[in-house]
């Protein structure tokens, strides 16, 4: 067996470096274990969901009251969510820089989502997305047969972007990306007590996408990251190999920054360590983050305190 090395994490080990926020951000994110009575209920779209809303909270420079959080909800509540984060956007300065993210982790069929005995269509969710008031406005989507919400209008399946844009320059567009395309399953994993999409995307938001090692993970570095981890795994699953997609409309240049490292608590892997580590949460039971780590360069993973095991 091999073993375990334990760390708490209690205080904050990492100074400091971001800037002063510049952009307002808000976020909805969905999590429904439950597809109505023609689907096995899914087991950890909830876990999901609040792994999502936490890593945004913590990293993301979000306002606490600025991340809701729906689990269980229907459509409807989801409508609502939208409204209500659509008036917020409405009441704002216009001398101010907004970005939207919406996450849904939950069952879809046919071109929508299932929520309980609700239905919420792709399409639309789509359309109001890209129609919400904001600079920057990204939809993710964790479900099977997600790539409803970019195949009209050339999604793409692949690892990388061809942008890199910042939510703080002058920057303005759409981005959607999907866990699986149109025909594929999204696939769930007992081992990592989720999704393996939502797994690799908030670890990679939590350090391990950040390739040019600048302590800020951006879009770009975590889509590129979250594909090649899903494919290479899903490659070996019953279900078959799983392709996330992505979608974008943008004008503007720069680097898209959806979380930065440096102001919280963390681990750090010195230049000396090389591997692949597995940090597990032993509070809340879950995998948390991973990381693959070469020789000769420092990483760091942001982490909320807590207490866990490195295998």
Known sequence: MR???????????????????????????????????????????HQDARKMAGVLSELGGYRQDDVVALYDSGSQDVWRALDAMQAKL????????????????????MGSLRLGATRLDLRKLRDRIAGLPADVRIGIIDACESGVLTREKGGRRGPSFLFDADDRAPTKGLILISSSSENESSQESDELGGSFFTHYLTSGLRGDADASADQRVTLGEVYRYTYNKTVSVTAHTRSGTQHPTYLYDLEGQGDIV?????????LGFPEALAGDYIIFDLVGEQVVAEINKAAGAYRQLALPPGQYAIK
């Open 3 to 45: 073993s375990f090395g334990l760390i708490a994490l209690t205080a904050l080990l990492f100074a400091s470096q971001a800037e002063a926020a510049s952009v307002r951000r808000f976020a909805l994110v969905v999590g429904n274990n439950d597809g109505g009575t023609d689907v096995e209920t899914l087991r950890y779209a």
């Open 90 to 109: 409405r009441m704002l300065p216009d001398d101010v820089r907004t970005s939207v993210l919406v996450y849904y982790s939950g069952h879809a069929k």
């Open 258 to 266: 959806l979380t930065e490292l440096g102001g919280g608590s963390g």
